[in-house]
């Protein structure tokens, strides 16, 4: 029996995936093998010796301490492209109120509701919230990854062009991109040639700032940009900068700062990307689905820290073993395998950068499991060992 932990309301069909006769759900549990959250801030979260693995439901994982997991061997899983279609959505929102002054126009209509010439009024007033149309224009989106793609072949659907910049662009993410898409070389192209902008690209230190003051000088004027990815990407001093001089004309974000509030030519909304019934069902779903697959049989799909590493079960007993990546490890390994005659029917071993994962399906266990495990932690770059039996 696993006890996972939920840190968030977590949707009651995702939680199906988790079946009682092996999991336990509590949401105050103190020792739980496994934990499920959304948006809980769970850095600060003393993380017990029983815990195995941690699961975020959604994309980004700034709210979890994925390096004190690694070092303890403990994979945190996610979702990518459970909320992509929510969010692309909201971005195609965002992409046509920076350009028809719908949210002004709407809030100016109201603060005249009481008027005895109300049709009079509105005839006279709303030239001041006129805007341009979306076709024919160019938009740029940085970040090709699930909610770039969708966003980009949608908005070639609008009658847009669409400039795409990703050097990281995944084999997956090419295979459902519109060869219609341009692909630049460079993000200063992108902001060159691009009316409207999009970030769709994680927020690490190496991207914090993207867009800061000597992007937004290669930036063409009158752009707008939208930011449905993170806050921190955009440098605030600089852009009030650029909207003050012009190279802005309106800037849309998900995410609320004080210092973004009351300007004219910024939209707000309440970090909404993912807040659909359906976004937070889909990412439950696989999130369950992947901590299942990890405590039933080792198996390793969808973490921000561990390699994928996936062994389809035949019904033997299998050891999981996480360690540091460097040479000779799977001849440490063997060597305690032969020590106690164990026959290897199946070895799997991925890495990701400084880890490594490796998945052992055994003909069967030793006697002396304990003196088995203690052996193999005696290794000095092994992190965790996992008998799955």
């Not at 902001?191 to 999009?198: L, R």
Request: glycine share 8%; net charge negative.
């Amino acid at each position: 029996m696993f006890t996972i932990r939920t840190l968030n309301n977590i949707s009651p069909t995702g939680l199906a995936k988790l079946p009682g006769k092996h999991f336990h759900i509590d949401n105050a549990a103190e020792n739980p093998e496994g934990i499920i959250l959304r948006s809980f801030e769970m850095k600060n979260m003393e993380l017990g010796d029983s815990l195995l693995a941690v699961a975020r439901a959604g994309a980004g994982t700034n709210n979890v301490p994925v390096e004190q997991c690694s070092k303890r061997g403990i994979p945190v899983f996610n979702a990518p492209g459970g909320n992509a279609n929510a969010v692309k959505e909201l971005v195609l929102t965002g992409l046509l109120i920076s350009s028809r002054r719908i949210v002004a126009g709407s809030k100016w209509v109201q603060s005249i509701a009481q008027s005895e010439t109300l049709e009079k009024e509105i005839e006279a007033g709303k030239k001041n919230f006129t805007g341009p149309e979306i076709l024919g224009k160019t938009l740029g989106v940085i970040g090709l990854g699930a909610i770039g793609v969708l966003v980009a072949n949608a908005a070639l659907d609008l009658g847009m062009d669409v400039v795409g910049y990703d050097p990281y662009l995944s084999l997956e993410s090419a295979w459902h991109l519109s060869p219609s898409v341009e692909k630049s070389d460079s993000i200063e192209d992108v902001v060159a040639k691009s009316d409207y902008i999009t970030l769709h690209i994680p927020l690490m230190d190496k991207t914090r700032n993207t867009f800061n003051a000597d992007l937004f000088a290669k930036t063409k004027k009158d752009a707008r940009l939208l930011n449905f990815a993170r806050g921190g990407l955009v440098d605030n001093a600089a852009l009030l900068n650029a909207l003050e001089n012009g190279t802005i004309s309106r800037y849309i974000t998900d995410f609320p700062e004080k210092e973004l509030l009351g300007h004219e030519n910024i939209i707000v909304t309440p970090h909404l990307g993912a807040s659909t019934p359906e976004s937070e069902e889909n990412c439950a779903i696989m999130v369950a689905e992947e901590l299942r697959d990890y405590l039933y049989f080792g198996n390793v799909k969808n973490s921000v820290n561990f390699p994928n590493c996936s062994v389809p079960y035949n019904g033997k007993p299998r050891i999981a073993v996480s360690h540091r990546n460097i040479v000779n490890m799977i001849g440490q390994l063997a060597a305690v395998f032969t020590k106690y005659s164990i026959n290897i029917d199946k070895l799997v071993n991925n890495s990701k950068g400084e880890l490594a994962y490796n998945l052992i399906v055994c003909d069967s266990l030793p006697e002396n499991e304990d003196d088995f495990i203690r052996d193999l932690y005696a290794i000095n770059s092994v992190i965790k060992v996992r008998l799955l039996k």
